[in-house]
Structures are given as structure tokens and as C-alpha cells.
């Protein structure tokens, strides 16, 4: 362990105090931009971004303005993914086939409160899993509104409750969400990986919200109704006819094969010695040539801002990075946690989570990932860091009304589609005790697979931590 | 996470909304196809006669119906025998010419016959009599005006764009602009001449000028408030929902593929796709609804294609 500790202190920084700390404040600046809502998240990256371009050139800390460009060429698969889920995403949905799905089980439910409540948190974990959080929550949320008022149920359990299990959807696959996008691409986590590491835990997450949100709302719905009341609900249930909103069942099952085939070609990426944002772009691709009715329009929903925030974003990691800030950083933490994997797993989480429910757990886990490769070149084995940041910085979203998107939307669809306002208190009593939980739950989860053995090693991990190691003891 | 804006979200929760709200349909039965069973051809010696017997003898070949064949000139121009041999080739009946009123107009007489006949379907040229060349997109004729006016039954108006050799009865397009209360009969229509396997299409089109005299009139009442051309997509999709559903359902009882296309009107809409495609348009018109009249003579004379016109419900005999 001393030779770990050795390490940290002898790594190397040259960048003269002051200029780490300005680097710093830069950065935890833009930070604050982003998590207040006076700036626009992506103004505030790229503002950022240019202060810390001219303070970077002035001072010496990058030398020419090409280096710049090579901070963004390592990330250009990130934007490759974004871009192709994007357009498949909206290609399928456009389809209808996620509208199909989940009215088919809706219905199937005969529209009991119970069963209902149940299979719509259920449809949120695997939507969310498929479709990433924002398109998901939009189906959801919006088929949440229409079933409710036909059957006469108050909406605020079931809206909360899909924001809540959407956190956990968004840690099942690589493709769920962009913290795990960037955490995946970044430290080549292939993505059977997040099948057998995150998303067993996905599950865990996703039964300890639902039995916190089934004991929290235990008075707010009819969870036993008697035979009659299940009848007049499976007449009204029955009005819905899946069919009637999808426009093409050819479009409909091109899109669902295409969308297979993806996820598919996600998993064999990594032993067909393709990257994700190949498998992402190929998806994208079919999808608007054998499913897509209005390319133009696909393409237009390709999330740009997101990519001009990640531009800015990683131009601001970069400099920051080459201002030795996280270097010194990365040390600091592997001190402080003594450089044993048990100390840092907590750390991480509890970081992630808490930092994320606060600001926005893109720039979390962005900030985090030079963090734990710095603490990789220690020798320290990252593969069960980088998970406790994949799970840290989605399942610390539900700890807050503003901690992820799902909640924004579903306090937003809340206060205007049902003039209900749900005030921080209540739900950090809701969402808090889930996350601590959580997280609490996924460290444990966590530990319990390292000391087995259990957690596999990244392709190029192993053998660098092994000669790393050697090097230091030698 | 990244945020979407506060209006994309307002925008896409109600466009799933909608999505969602055309689901509630009820309990519907699938559309019932309707299938002609006397088919009245009216010819009028012009280039364009044979191109109503390709399609009479697809209805025959297709559907086994009885054929009909009319002289419909009007008395004075009937100079030369143009039935017999069509009637021949369709192996079909023929109308005695002179059990027609000797002084009534075209239209009189195509009208006559299909009450003498018993025909259940109409085929026409358009325009009647005249050289299309001349009159080209401006005018339907006077004998369709009357027909679309007056006819009892549905009547398939032929335009020499199409080629005639292609099998039209292998796609049908029902095209809607508005509320329409002929629209189920129109599909029944549609569907009951469609080939086994065929592609029907249920395409809702929101015009231009519905949409910018809509926009100025709320924006009249409303000066704050605006309104997007996806919004009346949306309602008209909404409109036609419990027709949809039907078609979904006839799809698999009777065999077709099935497509819903709403869509605004474009520069080429509703014919936009590629120029050697055939199919049959299929248009209900409401007596008392001009919009519904108009629309139907417009895309007649802008079709590329032959174009069936279904009457109101009660009209038919």
C-alpha cells in the first residue's frame, strides 16, 4: 500500500499552484453554470471552454492550438453514438412501436390499480433501458396522463413512480444512458459487461424503488378493488385498441427488427473489433433507410446541443487535465482512500451519487473518468471504479427534484397536466430514502463482487494495472 | 442528465398524447369490404375508351362481376357503333341506345343506363367527349360535374395519364382532407376492389389553405395564439381514428397490407411519389359538404391516376 501511496506522491506535476487552482475555479465555475438554471447548459460548456482555451494558451499550459483538437479526437465515438441512438431512437418511436408496447400491456392489465402500477413502473425500466431516459419518460409520462384520466386515478404516484424507476432503467446497457456512453467508450467497457455487472443491479435498484414507492404511496391508490370496480375498469380498458395508433405494422416491425439487430450488434462490437459508434451509426442508418418516413426530421432530433455541451465539456476536461489539476486530484483521492479498492468503491459512489443529484451527472462523470484513470495508473484496479461511477452518477438522479431529468419531467408534466406541485421536502423524503438506498445497496453490490473475483476485467485493463504494479514494486 | 427546453417537451408530450388518445377507439368490427356487382361502362369514343375497358375488365377478371357497356355520347354525335366490339372484349351486355331518352345530354343518359342496368359501379372518361390534350388540368367536364352531383353509385373517373396496362386494382390510396361522414363507405369501397395482398392507404392530407385560413382566424380571436400544421395533422388523425382502427382490423380479416400516411399538402401532395406508380384514388364527397365536392374535382383533375368517387351514404341505390 505504501508503494501505492509512493506513487501518488511522485507523480508528476509541473503546473505551478496558482495555475491549478484557476484551472479549478474555471471549472467548478462552469459547474455552477451548468447546474443553475439562469445559463443554458451548453452556453455555459462552451463559455467555459473558451475562457479556458485563452487562459491555457496564454499561460503556457498548452503550447499549440492543434493540442486542443486532440482532446476532442479521443471522444469523437461518444458523439458517434449519440448521433446514431439518436436517430434510431426517433425512428422508432416515430414507428410507434413503444406506444404500441406499452398500450398492449396496459390493456392486458384490465386496468386494475395494482397491476397498472406495476407494469407501467416495469415498462419505464425496460423503455428507459432501450430508449434512454428522455424519449422514454416522454412516452411514459404522456400515456401516465392519458390512461389516468380515463381511469379516474390520481397521477402523481404513478408519474413519481416512473421518474424514480427510470434512474434505475438508465444503468441496464451501455446504450442506456450518456453517463455509461461515456464511461463505456472511454475505459472500452464492452458492453456484455454492463450486462453483467450493472444491469443484475439495475434489477436490485429498480425492486428497492418499487417497494419504497408501494409502502410511500400505500394510501394513494385503490390497491384492492372488488369485482365490480374490476369490471367497469376492464370495459374502459378495453376501449383502447394498440393497433389504432400505429400508423404501418410494416414500419413497425422494420423498426423493431432494426432496433434488435442493434442492440445485437452492440454486444458482438467489441469481438467483431468494431466500436459502439459504428454499431450506433449502422443502426441509425437502416433505421432511416428501411423505417424512417421523414429523414429530415430524424436527423433534426439528433440531440445537438447535447454534443455542443459535450464539445465544451471536454474541452474544459482537457485543460484542466493538462494543467495537472486532476492529476493531483486522482492522488489526492487515491491518499485519502489509501489506495485500497474497498475505500475508494464507497468514495466514488458516494461522490457520483451526491455530486450528481446536485449538479447534472454529465460533467460528474466526465470530471471522474481522467480521476479514475489517474488512480488506473497507480495501479489501482479500476474495473470496480468505474462502476460505482456508472451507478453512482445515475441512481444519485433520484435524490433530488432537479437530480435527473426524469424528475424534472415528471414534476414539470406534474405541476402543468395535473396542477400538482411537489415541493423538495417531499420529495427528497421520496427520492432521498431511495437513493441512499441505492447506493448504499450498490456499494455493497459492488464489494461483494470484487472480493469474489466476480467483476471481469477490462479488455487492455488487466495487463497495464499488472505492469503498472510491477513497475512500482521494482 | 441533459435537459430537453420546456416547449420541446410541451410539443412532444402532446404529440404522444395524441398518439395515445387515437388508441381509444372502442370496440370496433373490422371494415366490411364492399365489392361491385354490375360494373356500367360509359364510353364516349374518344382515346380514352379503352382505358375504362382495361379497368372494367380487371373489375370483371378480378371480382367476376357483370359488365355493362354504354354509348353515352349524346344522340346527334352517336354516328358510329363504338360498343359492340368493347362489349365483345368484355364479354358484356350492351345498352341499347335507342331505350335511352333521343334528346337527352351525356349525362342523362349514362344516368339512365345505370338505373336501367342495375349497375351497382360506374366508369367514365374525363372529360367526356372531349379532347383531354385541350382541356388538360382545368376542367373535369360538365358529364362528371353532373355524375359526381347526381350518381346513385360510385363512379371511377379515367384520365389518360395512366398507364393503362398497369394493374390498378393492386393499390388503392383513400385520400382525406376534412371530417367526412362518406369516408367509411369510401373504404369499404377501396378495400372491397383491392387485390388479395394489395396495399391500401389512408392518406390525410391537411391543405395549405385550410391551414392558413385556420391560422388567420384563430389568430383573429386569438392574437397571442399560433397553431402549427402538425397540430391539424394531429387532429385529423384523431377524426379518423375509429376508421383506421377498422382498416387495421380489416387488414388481417380480408388480407391487404395497410398504411396511414398524414400528411400536409406539399408542392406534389397528394401525388408526390414516383411517376410510374399506379394505383386507384379514392374520394367520398358529401352532397351538402362543398368543401368535400371541391376537393374531389381538384384531385380529379390534377390526378395521375384513375380516381373512384364515392357518394354520400343513402344515395346509392
Known sequence: MDVLLLAAETSEVDTPGWVMLLFAAVMLATYVGVAVERFHKTVAAMCGAIVLVILALSLGVVEEFDEFHEFIKHDLNIFGVIIGTGILVDVTSRSGLFHFLSMLIVRATGGRAAALYFAICTLTFFFVAVLTIVPAMLILSSLVLVICRSLDYPVKPFLLSVAICANSGAIVTFASGLPNIMIGTQAKIPYVHFLLISAPYALVSFLIALGVLRFFFRKSLPWKQSPIEKAQLEKKISQFDPWALVESRYVLYRSAAILVATVIGFALAQPLGVGMDFIALAGGTAALLFAGKTVEDSIAKVNWTVIMFFLGLFIIIGCVKEADVLTWLGGEVVELSGGMVTALVPLLAVFSAVASAIVDNIPVAATLIPIVNQIGDTGVSTEPLWWSVVLGCNLGGNGTPIGSISCVIALYTLKKEANTNVGWGEFLKLGGTIMLIQVAGSILYLLMLYSLGWIPSLPDAAPAATEATTALLM | ?317
Open chain 2, 1 to 317: 442528465m441533459y435537459e430537453p427546453s420546456q416547449r420541446q417537451v410541451d410539443s412532444d408530450l402532446e404529440k404522444s398524447m395524441a398518439m395515445f388518445r387515437r388508441a381509444e377507439v372502442g370496440e370496433l368490427a373490422p371494415l366490411e369490404p364492399i365489392q361491385p356487382k354490375h360494373v356500367l361502362l360509359a364510353l364516349d369514343g374518344s382515346e380514352q375508351d379503352p382505358l375504362g375497358v382495361q379497368i372494367a375488365k380487371q373489375l370483371r377478371d378480378r371480382l367476376n362481376c357483370a359488365v355493362t357497356v354504354v354509348d353515352g355520347r349524346e344522340a346527334a354525335l352517336a354516328t358510329n357503333d363504338i360498343s359492340s366490339e368493347f362489349a365483345k372484349t368484355l364479354d358484356a351486355q350492351v345498352i341499347d341506345a335507342a331505350s335511352l331518352g333521343a334528346d337527352d345530354a351525356s349525362y342523362d343518359r349514362i344516368l339512365a343506363a345505370i338505373k336501367q342496368s342495375g349497375a351497382d359501379l360506374a366508369i367514365a372518361p374525363s372529360p367526356f367527349g372531349r379532347d383531354l390534350s385541350s382541356v388538360g388540368a382545368d376542367s373535369t367536364g360538365t358529364v362528371i360535374d353532373v355524375l359526381l352531383a347526381r350518381s346513385p353509385v360510385p363512379v371511377i373517373v379515367v384520365r389518360d395519364e395512366f398507364a393503362a396496362d398497369k394493374q390498378i386494382l393492386s393499390r388503392v390510396r383513400v385520400i382525406l382532407s376534412g371530417e367526412n361522414r362518406s369516408a367509411p363507405r369510401a373504404a369499404q369501397w377501396a378495400a372491397g376492389l383491392l387485390s388479395t395482398g394489395g396495399t391500401f392507404e389512408l392518406m390525410l392530407l391537411v391543405e395549405t389553405e385550410f391551414y392558413d385560413n385556420v391560422r388567420e382566424a384563430l389568430h383573429a380571436l386569438h392574437p397571442e395564439e399560433d397553431i402549427k400544421i402538425q397540430s391539424l395533422e394531429t387532429a385529423l388523425a384523431k377524426i379518423h381514428s375509429r376508421l383506421h382502427a377498422q382498416l387495421q382490423a380489416a387488414s388481417d380479416e380480408y388480407n391487404f397490407s395497410y398504411e396511414l400516411l398524414v400528411e400536409h399538402e406539399g408542392e406534389d401532395q397528394p401525388f408526390a411519389e414516383d411517376e410510374t406508380a399506379n394505383y386507384l384514388v379514392v374520394l367520398a364527397i358529401e352532397a351538402a359538404d362543398h368543401a368535400s365536392q371541391s376537393h374531389a374535382h381538384d384531385l380529379i383533375r390534377r390526378s395521375p391516376h384513375p380516381v373512384l368517387i364515392v357518394p354520400r351514404d343513402g344515395r346509392e341505390s
